[in-house]
T-cell receptor, first 117, second 112 residues
């Protein structure tokens, strides 16, 4: 199993450009998340989804959009990129807590390193 | 609003020594996770702690949870260089959504 796959691994954007970060998982997890990690900091939750067609905002949603049309895919869209969005973006997935009890850690992808100049 | 604080932020240890990383959180939660991150890499799940008094051990690492004090500890026994990494605690927020709020991390450097 590939687990959680993110593409691209690296990207440089100019201010005002847009892009989509791709995330797909093959573990049949119904929960998926997007986090960003700024240098020397912890992770901040951007958006999450508890199933296809259901998404909700996290701690830092401004400037981002998501969609969840399938169980496997959870793309993150950046509109009008700004330097403040320079970060490493991690996608993660998990079972719902009820399926395996609450023993359901998040499984993370390898991240996308984004620079906005 | 749930806040998660870790200390210390940076820890330089000698091989063979013991030390503890602390994770405090501000509101009631039903689960706490510890993750490890190597430089430039993704996060690896180490422990899941679900109840008051829970203790988990793997090798030289032992994690515990005190829900009444809203405190978790990650204890390192007889540190070795391979344990050098950043360690994060993450606390469950939002019940069934399994959202996690992360601490700022502890950068552990084990010196020979």
């Amino acid at each position: 199993n590939a687990g959680v796959t993110q593409t691209p691994k690296f990207r440089i954007l100019k201010i005002g450009q847009s892009m989509t970060l791709q995330c797909t998982q093959d573990m049949n997890h119904n929960y998926m998340y997007w986090y960003r990690q700024d240098p020397g900091m912890g992770l901040k939750l951007i958006y999450y989804s508890v199933g296809a067609g259901i998404t909700d905002k996290g701690e830092v949603p401004n400037g981002y959009n998501v969609s969840r049309s399938t169980t496997e895919d959870f793309p993150l869209r950046l509109e009008l990129a700004a330097p403040s969005q320079t970060s490493v973006y991690f996608c993660a997935s998990s079972y719902s807590p009820g399926r395996q009890g609450y023993n359901s850690p998040l499984h993370f992808g390898n991240g996308t390193r984004l620079t906005v100049t | 609003e749930l806040k998660v604080e870790q200390n210390p932020l940076f820890l330089s240890m000698q091989e063979g020594k013991n030390y503890t990383i602390y994770c405090n959180y501000s509101t009631t939660s039903d689960r706490l996770y510890w993750y490890r991150q190597d430089p430039g890499k993704s996060l690896e799940s180490l422990f899941v702690l679900l109840s008051n008094g829970a203790v988990k051990q793997e090798g030289r690492l032992m994690a515990s949870l005190d829900t009444k004090a809203r405190l978790s500890t990650l204890h390192i026994t007889a540190a070795v260089h391979d344990l050098s990494a950043t360690y994060f605690c993450a606390v469950g927020s939002g019940g069934a959504t399994n959202k996690l709020i992360f601490g700022t991390g502890t950068l552990l450097a084990v010196q020979p």
